[in-house]
């Protein structure tokens, strides 16, 4: 089953509100990443967080990793038209017998203007 | 920059056909992974290679196949495809490091009548 979960699976806002995506996994990750994926388009990196506690911004959007490395945020300030798309988080864990990438299911964010 | 590249973007097969995906990536990157998507259900992982000639089963396995006979082309085979399976295929690599990240391919949309 799913071992990343994700939430909301769908939000909209209008243009300038904030938006957060929350991602929990059941088990200690060793890193999470963030990818971002425009309509009709590829998942992208956005970033990685690998230490307890670590926050990191990339302009309007901060990325949180929890202290237990078990959850994590991002948090998207004043949305803006171009932000609309699905928001992937992805675990990294040993899963199996090999490190492996979990992903969420995603958030999709639409913004309206 | 890293290019991921995949046969087709649009891909329409009958009920038993059998199908090839085909996917290059041009970084000598290690590892490979091909990953279905779905609304809800983010992405999932079907297989996976770490090196030439090397496999392993990711989540949802049943019904697929995969080939690395070079570095850098990795191929999923649907033996006989089903309706089930139409769905979007993703194909990503990365480098050998366990945390690094992700380079997505820009799929191809799989749909079987």
Redesign the interface.
């Known amino acids: 089953g799913q071992q990343v979960m994700q939430i909301p699976q769908y939000q909209h806002v209008q243009e300038g509100e904030d938006f957060t995506t929350y991602c929990n996994s059941s088990t200690t990750l060793s890193n999470i990443q963030w990818y971002k994926q425009r309509p009709g388009g590829h998942p992208v990196f956005l970033i990685q967080l690998v230490k307890s506690g670590e926050v990191k911004k990339q302009k309007r959007l901060t990325f949180q990793f929890g202290e237990a490395k078990k959850n994590s945020s991002l948090h998207i300030t004043a949305t803006q038209t171009t932000d609309v798309g699905t928001y992937f988080c992805a675990g990294f864990m040993f899963s199996g017998g090999y490190n492996k990438l979990i992903f969420g299911a995603g958030t999709r964010l639409a913004v309206h203007p | 920059d890293v290019k991921v590249t995949q046969s087709s973007r649009y891909l329409v097969k009958r009920t038993g056909e059998k199908v090839f995906l085909e996917c290059v990536q041009d970084m000598d990157h290690e590892n490979m992974f091909w ?1 279905r998507q779905d609304p ?6 079907i297989y ?1 290679s ?1 090196d030439v000639k090397m496999k ?3 989540d949802i396995p049943e019904g697929y196949s995969v080939s690395r006979e070079k570095k850098e082309r990795f191929s999923l085979i649907l033996e006989s495809a089903s309706t089930n399976q139409t769905s979007m295929y ?1 194909c990503a690599s990365k480098d050998r490091g ?2 690094d ?7 191809t949309r799989l749909t079987v009548l």
């Open positions: 990953y809800g259900l983010g992405l999932r992982l996976f770490y392993e089963k990711g993703l366990s945390t990240t992700q380079y997505f391919g820009p799929g």
